[in-house]
């Protein structure tokens, strides 16, 4: 135990530690010209060292020159010397003088953030690090042009935390519900640390991050690259980025360790249960840009063509379509590009399916898109096929997308002709076909079918 304790204090000393990676005993390299606390620092360390030195000098001489020796009476000490006494009163005020007026105009300069400062937003929290670029982008560390005055106006959004910089000589508190700033110059570009000071948990000391000190053009080029990196980069890079930066991975692992929340391993694609019972595809859907095409009420937009018994009936907030065959209902309004999503649910396995661009009257429909599923030919499998079209089927694909008795997300796009469908966030088919624009249509031909959430992106 000792000896740990002996290494761990000479790892310190050799900047063996994160907090001393570019320090070690002494403050690392300043990266500004003018950092104003250095000065009073280092003549506060010299007037100390100085003190330290001549008074612990004299005491240790003192106690050898004049320690009691036998034969030597104790000599009377003086009760008043005026002269000695005037100069132990004004040396240290005058050295304590300039030690506060050095002090006090570092203070002042950190204080006060000169007119026209770079600003940027920081947020911490447990255990990570965000900062906000004027245009929006959020990373998990710092970017600064070199040679201009920046200021941070931070807070947090949990616990104090506190931001350190030690090459900028910049440490402030951050503080929940209130915000506070700092201000500094980096004049060197390169790479500086970036710590939190206030223990704020668990994982308070890996809450680090790094400064990059930019020149001005260098920066402009970074910034506009970092805050596009959603589409320059493939989306697995990106993905994983975003969730470096947002600080996701603090709590959640994707290799299935448990963390403080849970792993993200396998849950792609996987439905996972809410709090009020139901469950949802965990996926990359997002609906932003989309309007419900159906009212959850009754079948107002849309036009049904019914087979011999068909019956279209909308029950909490889902169509049903049963009986048979041939019955349809489609849109009253067409379109030509656009992304469509629904959820469909078959109660039995059977035959019957979607149709993209229905030619009316139904008899031309061989012209049209079909997503289909047919007992005979292609048991619980949802393809998409059409006469006319060319169009690639991935069967085993749809055979492990779809679920039957389960709800199943079908998307659509269709765009200048060409088509794509996915099914649970498996692409399933691909292909072009002879397409006009055209309402499209939902089908059944025998089988119980429902179908809830169809909402639709039109495209330009
Ligand atoms: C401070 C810790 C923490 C951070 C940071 C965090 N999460 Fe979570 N997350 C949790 C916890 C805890 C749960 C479990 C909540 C529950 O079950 O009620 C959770 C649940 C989730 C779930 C549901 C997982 C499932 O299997 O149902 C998703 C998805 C998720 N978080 C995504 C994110 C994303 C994306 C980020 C980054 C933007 C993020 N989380 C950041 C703690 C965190
Ligand atoms: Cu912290």
Known sequence: ????????????????????????????????????????????????????????????????????????????????????????????????????????????????????????????????WQFIYPNGHVDENLHVPAGEPVRLTMTSEDVIHGLWIPALRVKMDVVPGRYTSVWFQADKPGVYDLLCTEYCGDEHSSMLATVEVHERADYDAWLKNAANFLKTLPPVEAGKRLFQR?????????????????????????????????????????????????????????????????????????????GKPNGYFYTDKSYKNYVLRFDWKFIKDGNSGLLVHIQLPHKVWPKSVEVQGQQKDHGRIFAIGGAKGKFTVDKAAQKKAIKVGDWNTTEVTSKNGELTSKINGIQVSTGKGELTEGPFGLQSEGTELHFKNIRIKVLD
């Open 1 to 128: 135990m000792p000896m740990r304790l002996i290494d761990g204090i000479i790892d310190v000393w050799r900047g063996g530690l994160p907090l001393a990676r570019t320090g070690g005993f002494w403050l690392p390299e300043p990266a500004s010209a003018d950092p104003a606390a250095d000065m009073a620092f280092r003549l506060v360390l010299i007037i100390s060292t100085i003190l330290f030195a001549l008074v612990a000098g004299l005491t240790f001489l003192f106690v050898i020159r004049y320690r009691r020796r036998p034969g030597r009476a104790v000599e009377k000490s003086p009760a008043h010397n005026t002269l000695l006494e005037t100069i132990w009163t004004f040396v240290p005020v005058a050295i304590v003088g300039v030690i506060f007026y050095t002090g006090f105009d570092a203070y002042m300069r950190m204080q006060t953030a000169p007119p026209g400062c770079y600003d940027l937003r920081v947020s911490a929290r447990q255990w990570a």
């Open 246 to 322: 947002r600080g996701c991975a603090q709590c959640h692992s994707i290799d299935g360790t448990a963390g403080i929340g849970p792993s993200m391993k396998g849950i792609y694609g996987e439905p996972q249960k809410m709090a009020d019972g139901s469950s949802v595809v965990a996926d990359d859907r997002d609906d932003a840009g989309f309007k419900p095409l159906f009212n959850g009420k009754n079948l107002d937009g849309w036009k049904t063509q019914g087979g011999k018994d068909n019956t279209f009936t909308v029950k909490g907030g889902e169509i049903v379509v049963s």
